[in-house]
C-alpha cells in the first residue's frame, strides 16, 4: 500500500514562506502526475497545484504566482513552496495523484498563516 507523508508545515506572519514536502513509498513515483491539495475548516478538499510525470505545472488562480510545485523523482518527493502566504492560505496540506482514483490520504500538514 502507498504511503503519502508530508512535512513542512506550520505557523507563519501574513507575507512569509513555507517549503511543503511529500514522500510517497512507491516505485512508480516518477511516472504519476501529483498534486497538492488543501482543505480549510468547513470547506472542501480543493486542488492547489499540480505537476505532470514530465514537469508541466498548473496552479488554482487563487495560488498562481504564489505557489510553486516541483518533484525530484530520485527522491520520489513532490515540494510545494509557499510565498506571499495569506490568511486564506490556512489549512491542512495534503499530497495525493492528480488523478480521480486518490490514493489513501496521509495525515497532511497543517499551515497557518496569521494576520
Known amino acids: 500500500q502507498v504511503h503519502l507523508v508530508e512535512s513542512g508545515g506550520g505557523l507563519v506572519q501574513t507575507g512569509g514562506s513555507l517549503r511543503l514536502s511529500c514522500a510517497a513509498s512507491t516505485r512508480i513515483f516518477s511516472i504519476l502526475d501529483m498534486g497538492w491539495y488543501r482543505q480549510a475548516p468547513g470547506k472542501s478538499r480543493e486542488l492547489v497545484a499540480a505537476i505532470t510525470s514530465t514537469g508541466a505545472t498548473n496552479y488554482a488562480g487563487s495560488v498562481k504566482g504564489r505557489f510553486t510545485i516541483s518533484r525530484d523523482n530520485a527522491k520520489n518527493t513532490v515540494y510545494l513552496q509557499m510565498s506571499s502566504l495569506k490568511p486564506e492560505d490556512t489549512a491542512v496540506y495534503y499530497c495525493?495523484?492528480?488523478?480521480?482514483?486518490?490514493?489513501?490520504w496521509g495525515q497532511g500538514t497543517q499551515v497557518t498563516v496569521s494576520s
Open positions: 495525493n495523484v492528480n488523478s480521480p482514483n486518490f490514493w489513501p
